[in-house]
């Protein structure tokens, strides 16, 4: 007849990519003739952001104001090869691709405003507005507009730029595991504050608090959708949702949205996020992806949070009321440890 | 709610950038907000077929015949398939890979190993026709005994849900039936422990979930090519597959996709695009495969169940010296991707931590029950979650605060890690220190002093000299020249070598708690200044790969 | 042949008519024999909200609508939200990243609209409960209800 109160710590790392590379990506970006890019990926946007993110670097790299660079994906005709949207990958590894493509079609561009100032392409800066000048002297300078013109009609120069980012392969040992799984990884801790009723036997996590180290937030409102929605499947991966309740039995298992649980907008927590960056030496600008370890402190914290809470360990997810109950009849009623 | 914490590591970035940075909109919200998003299902087209799939009632059982010939005749239906309509009836993602044997059928003609597996595809000109038809598919079944628990199934006598491998175990290199991960030696290390605690912790298998199901719609397009739409997180996975399967050049598949209503995994290799371009193939006709959310559920692969036991050794001071896994990954009735999971599920262990002797023993386990495959986390999230509910207990054992216990532990900069490679660009003691601070949880001087970058290397920098090896789980009859590849004619040729490996048993009640860790002085370093990130470090080219429609080869298990 | 039933009616403000298949839903009526491609497949099952339209003004499933039933009525759409000019909740959600894959979005907008347009000052409660029939799997409902509520408290540029 109480709810009682409990917190729960789990700290985890996640590696970036696939594990032991050999999971290329590649890019393809061309200026049209007015100095407007597009970047010709396969990468997937599953909501990710893939498209947004590479647009970024792109726009960057290339030093051109954002609005100037459009990413088109995916189509097997047009766009080169990519591995695919998974294993927290795509910034990390499409990210690469790109700069190494825009970086390419950068030095055309600056080889064809060179010819036309009349200046050394070494001597150029890009103002990222969309015009290009000579360093220290603003009012020697030429758009990218421009620029693109004379490249294509007078000069017969292609804006474009090729790049492709592979992590060799790596072996595995039989004997000893012996590999190299990735080249980074992202980091994440994460404490929850949980009440738990024991009488009804639900669980309600009322608190988050947490704290993930990205690389670079290459954008920070896209770091913090995957954060955000991340930790909220981490709570529902806990105390919601199972294909079978009675697993190893395949009895019972749900065929709807009625039956397969997930929290809604009325069971959400308070999540106070805080964002570290330590880039990767081979990252994008340093950028990690941290799109699947975002949920993954969750679930531990939740089980150490019920523990603290009412004494009962419960190592076997989903959390269910079923659960709750069944282990404090056991132990004869709710035992709390507060160790937080 | 949000804050960027920029002081920690501040010296190792640049934050000067012009656009990286930014929190700029999307560049796709604007479809988003005003539906013009196109996801693969919002494509017009005339005269649109519906592809429906006959599933097996069974979790496991002989197929004796599949009768279409009333569905074919019903109304509205245009074509009905069956296995021998598919020119390579078999999903040839893991040979795409060159990560194991092909084991799994498009359309099942001779057995079915888990509840929900097709064995029949209607095509019809609409929904409604396609169900009623999918009905009217009779299939003349053997109940075969089935097994649903992973430590059932990998017993002597169990039933074989797939006749490739033996007990109903991947195996690895062509040697084990396990991957193992071997550093230091564990035993030794039991036996002097002060503590040893103990745990098994089980995952349910989950749904990826996505608002949008998982489908394809293909059509003929102009120049005798296909074009197919596809909710598909891996177009050139895909299309791979695909030409593959259908024994079609490459070139001959236009895929468009890349905007997808949620993947979380479950996108990676559904496979509906094969069915999809074989009907537009044989009727001419733009057809349309995509789930319906009961096959999402309880057809579609989830995240595969998993079973871990944990046994550490502790000193009373919180360190732990010694940490062995055993872990189950519940595979399903067929491979798929998880023969990968267990690869980088062994890679990640024993989590973020500095632990002299670790041992592992991953079984990737068929059972009869829908296949797994990728989901956020994949081959990490289960680990995690025995890993971190573990430490909790060691915390309670030793009686120190948990988020203490994860300090002491961590990794940091110059460590060895139990896949023998360095630890670089670490950062769990900083996200653990933040958290205490902001829950107002006060931690001890050494705690809050120390840093990812100071205290790491030395003497934790080293390989054990001894590292205790074995050769439990051997199997013979498969060649360790290709990964997983049989040697002999057929697949009666293997055996297996009985496993001596116990597992874990349940957790023993943890000794009295010690006191408090005695402190260390830590020589304080100048973090190493490193230029920031401008260029891309340089790629190297892949080595060459034999096949034409390989992609380089990720097993890794070949030796060189 | 299959009987076809004659539809009638008005999507997003313009007289339109076009032949519903014996039995059709709505939301395939919709997509399909009309070409509105905005509302979307979730589940078919009405659990799942993607397909919310508005018919006279109220919130419908339209996978569980008899798409001959809306003959002589007035049906919206997400698509029908903008005029060309954005709807202040269109122009919320971007700005607040209430969106990611995009799934939902155009059934969260028509319940969102439909609140407004009957509760114009709604608190955090009553716009929870005016999208807990809608399921998002990916934002984490948050910014959702930072979007609506922006446009409800006057914060959002029409």
Redesign the interface.
């Known amino acids: 007849m109480a709810t009682h109160r409990g ?9 970036i990519g ?3 590379g ?3 990506s590649q890019a393809l970006v061309h200026s049209n003739p007015d100095g407007k890019f597009t970047v010709a990926l ?8 893939m ?2 993110v590479t ?3 792109a ?2 790299t290339l ?1 051109v104001p ?1 609005e100037d660079v ?2 088109d ?5 047009t ?1 080169p ?7 927290s990958r795509g910034t990390h590894r499409m990210g ?1 691709a790109v ?2 493509a825009s ?1 390419e079609a950068r030095s055309v561009m600056l080889e064809a405003a060179a010819e036309e100032l009349e200046v050394d392409a070494a001597d150029l800066v890009t103002d ?1 507005k969309g015009n290009i000048h000579v360093k220290g002297a603003p009012s020697r300078s030429i758009t990218t507009m421009a620029a693109a013109q004379a490249a294509q009609f007078k000069q017969g120069r292609t804006i474009a730029g090729r790049g ?3 992590i ?5 040992d ?9 080249s ?2 992202a ?5 929850v504050d949980v009440e738990v009723d024991d009488e009804t036997g639900e669980v309600a996590v009322i608190d988050m ?5 990205v690389g ?7 770091v ?2 995957q ?7 981490g709570m529902s ?1 806990a105390i919601w ?5 009675y ?4 009895e019972h ?6 039956s ?1 649980l ?1 929290p ?3 069971d ?1 927590a ?17 950028g990690k992806g941290p ?3 975002c ?3 969750v ?3 939740v ?2 949070a019920v ?1 603290d809470a009412i004494g009962v ?1 419960i ?4 959390v269910t009321p079923e659960k709750v109950l069944r282990g404090l009849k056991a132990q004869g009623g709710a035992k709390p ?1 507060r ?2 | ?6 002081e ?2 501040a010296d ?2 640049d934050d000067d ?8 909109r ?3 919200i604007l479809g988003h907000v005003t539906g013009r998003s196109p996801f693969f299902d919002d494509h017009q087209f005339d005269g649109l077929l519906h592809l429906r799939c006959v599933r097996s009632p069974h ?1 496991h059982a002989r197929i004796r015949r599949v009768d279409t010939s009333q569905a074919e005749k019903m109304p509205g239906v245009v074509r009905v398939l069956t296995g021998k309509d598919v020119p390579t009836n078999l999903n040839t993602l893991l040979s795409l890979l060159d990560f194991g044997i092909d084991d799994e059928p498009i359309l099942s003609d001779k057995k079915v190993a888990y ?1 929900g597996e097709p064995v029949a595809a209607v095509i019809a000109a609409t929904e409604a026709q396609a169900r009623a038809a999918v009905k009217a598919v009779r299939v003349d079944w053997e109940v075969l005994p089935h097994v ?3 430590e059932e199934a990998i017993k002597p006598g169990a039933p074989k849900v797939l006749d490739i491998y033996p007990n109903n175990k991947f195996i ?2 062509g ?2 039936d396990h ?5 230091g030696d564990v035993e030794a290390a039991f036996a002097s422990a002060d503590h040893i605690v103990e ?9 990826q ?2 608002i949008e199901t998982c489908g394809a719609i293909a059509a003929p397009e102009q120049n005798d090519r296909y074009v197919c739409y596809t909710s ?6 895909s ?1 791979g597959t695909a030409a593959k399967v259908l024994q079609t050049p490459s070139s001959k ?13 479950g ?2 290799d559904s496979i509906h695009e094969p069915l999809a371009i074989l009907g537009a193939m044989l009727t001419g006709r733009p057809v349309k495969y995509a789930w319906d ?2 096959e999402e ?2 057809v579609g692969a ?1 995240r595969g ?1 998993e079973r871990w036991y944990i046994k550490d050794a502790v000193n009373r001071d919180g360190r732990i010296t010694a940490r062995k896994f055993i872990g189950y990954f ?1 595979s399903g009735a067929y491979t798929r991707l998880s023969s ?1 999971a267990i ?2 599920g ?3 262990l024993p ?2 931590y500095t632990i002299p002797n670790v041992y ?1 023993d991953v079984y990737c386990v068929y ?1 009869n ?2 296949p797994a495959t ?1 989901m ?6 289960g680990v ?2 025995a ?3 573990h ?3 060691v ?2 054992t030793v009686g120190l ?3 203490e216990l ?1 300090i002491l532990n ?1 990794y940091r900069d110059g460590d060895m890690k ?4 360095e630890a ?5 003691v ?3 220190q ?2 205490a601070e ?2 107002g ?1 006060t931690l001890s001087a050494e705690a809050r002093a120390a840093t ?1 970058l100071t205290g790491g290397g030395g003497e934790r920098a080293r390989i054990p000299n001894y ?1 205790a ?1 074995d050769q439990n789980g051997r199997v013979e009859g498969f060649d360790t020249g290709s990964y997983a590849r049989k040697s002999g004619s057929g697949p009666a040729a293997a055996t297996a070598q009985p496993s001596t490996a116990q597992p874990a048993r349940a957790p023993q009640p943890g000794s009295q708690p010690a006191s408090r860790p005695a402190s260390a002085s830590r020589p304080e370093q100048a973090p190493p200044r ?1 230029d ?2 401008a ?3 340089e ?5 060459s790969r034999s096949g034409a429609m390989r ?4 097993s ?5 | 042949m299959m009987a076809k039933t004659p539809v009638n009616f008005t999507l997003n403000g313009n007289d339109r008519a076009a032949f519903a298949e014996d039995g059709q839903n709505l939301l395939e009526f919709l997509r399909r024999g009309v070409g509105d491609m905005s509302p979307k497949y979730g ?1 078919g ?1 009405g ?2 909200g993607a397909c919310t339209v508005l018919v006279d003004g109220e919130t419908h499933l339209s996978c569980l609508v008899l798409a001959e039933t809306v003959d002589g009525k007035e049906v919206r759409t997400a698509s029908g939200l903008s005029s060309p000019a954005l709807d202040p909740l269109q122009t919320a959600f971007m700005e607040h ?1 209430a ?5 939902c979005t155009p059934g969260m907008l028509v319940s969102a609209r439909a609140l407004l347009d009957r509760n114009p000052r709604p608190s955090r ?1 009553e ?3 005016a ?2 029939g809608n ?1 998002c ?9 930072q979007a609506i509520l922006a446009v409800a408290e006057g914060r959002a540029r029409a």
């Open positions: 917190r729960g710590f789990a700290a985890i790392n996640y590696p696939m594990n032991l050999g999971d290329p396969s990468a997937i946007d599953l909501g990710q952001g498209k947004s647009r970024q670097i726009a960057e030093g954002i459009y990413v994906t995916a189509d097997s005709d766009g090869h990519d591995m695919g949207s998974f294993a690469n700069i190494q970086n990222g492709i980012f592979l060799p392969l790596s072996e595995v039989p004997d000893t595991g012996e590999m190299t799984p990735v980074c990884f980091h994440a801790a994460m404490l608090q947490s704290a993930y180290e670079r937030a290459l954008n920070p409102k896209l913090e959708q954060l955000r929605g991340g930790a909220w499947m991966h949702e199972t294909t079978e309740p697993y190893p039995s395949r298992g749900p065929e709807d949205f009625n397969y997930m809604g907008p009325g959400l308070p999540h106070h996020i805080s964002v570290l960056e330590r880039p990767a030496p081979d990252g994008p600008y340093g799109g699947e370890m949920a993954n402190p679930l531990p914290a089980v150490n523990y360990r190592d076997d997810l989903p440890r160790m937080l | 709610m949000i804050e960027f914490r920029k920690f590591f190792e970035r950038l012009n656009e990286i940075g930014k929190p700029t999307r560049q796709d979790h509840r649903l628990d992973v690895y290199h040697k084990y991957q193992k991960l071997r550093f745990g098994r912790y089980q995952m349910s298998p989950i749904e979930a996505p598909t997180q891996a177009l050139f996975f299309l598949l236009h895929f468009v996709g890349g905007t997808v209503g949620g993947g979380f995994g996108k990676v959310r009961e559920m309880q989830p169940a519940d990968y690869i980088k062994v890679g990640h989590g973020p592992a059972t029950r829908t990728a956020r986390g994949f081959g990490i999230t995690d979650f890993i971190e509910t430490m909790d207990k915390a309670e605060n948990p988020i994860r961590s139990a896949h023998r490679r670089k660009n670490c950062a769990l900083e996200c653990c933040v958290v902001k829950a949880i990812s590292t090896t490193a920031p990130p260029k891309p470090p790629s190297r080219p892949a080595a992609f380089s080869s990720l890794g298990f070949r030796r060189r | 589940c099952q659990t799942c990243f969106a990611q894959c995009g799934y409660e716009v929870i409960e999208i807990s399921l799997r990916c934002t984490g409902y948050e910014p959702i209800i």
